[in-house]
Nanobody
Framework: QVQPVESGGGSVQAGGSLRLSCTAS????????MGWFRQAPGKEREGVAA????????YYADSVKGRFTISQDNAKNTLYLQMNSLKPEDTAMYYC??????????????????WGQGTQVTVSS
């Protein structure tokens, strides 16, 4: 498996919760730092959260701090994103990818092109 496979998206009302999952064994098995990214229609892709597999340090975009939690199950090579208190502005396609944190922002690693299909999250008001 080369591309990550994301799942768990859906349609919820504002205030609801979803848990996204991502299997990306090519990257998680090699202890890459992993992150969640999202892209809304007409907007650039943005980093949402990242986790360092060794030690478990996490990073979050200001827009999701206190509402989203990133975690990783190394035994299952699976990355998760627990999303609570969802807002309409969280509506986007969500992707996982190997990540880095630079300038306080979660960014995809240089040269990464193996984007998966993503999973759609739609939050209605």
């Amino acid at each position: 498996q080369v591309q990550p496979v994301e799942s768990g998206g859906g349609s919820v009302q504002a205030g609801g919760s979803l848990r996204l999952s991502c299997t990306a064994s090519k990257y998680t098995a090699d202890s890459y730092r992993m992150g969640w990214f999202r892209q809304a229609p007409g907007k650039e892709r943005e980093g949402v959260a990242a986790i360092y597999p060794i030690g478990g340090t996490t990073y979050y975009a200001d827009s999701v701090k206190g509402r989203f939690t990133i975690s990783q199950d190394n035994a299952k090579n699976t990355l998760y994103l627990q999303m609570n208190s969802l807002k309409p502005e969280d509506t986007a396609m969500y992707y996982c990818a190997p990540a880095r944190v630079s300038g306080g922002l979660v960014r995809v690693i240089p040269g990464f092109t193996d984007w998966g299909q993503g999973t759609q999250v739609t939050v209605s008001s």
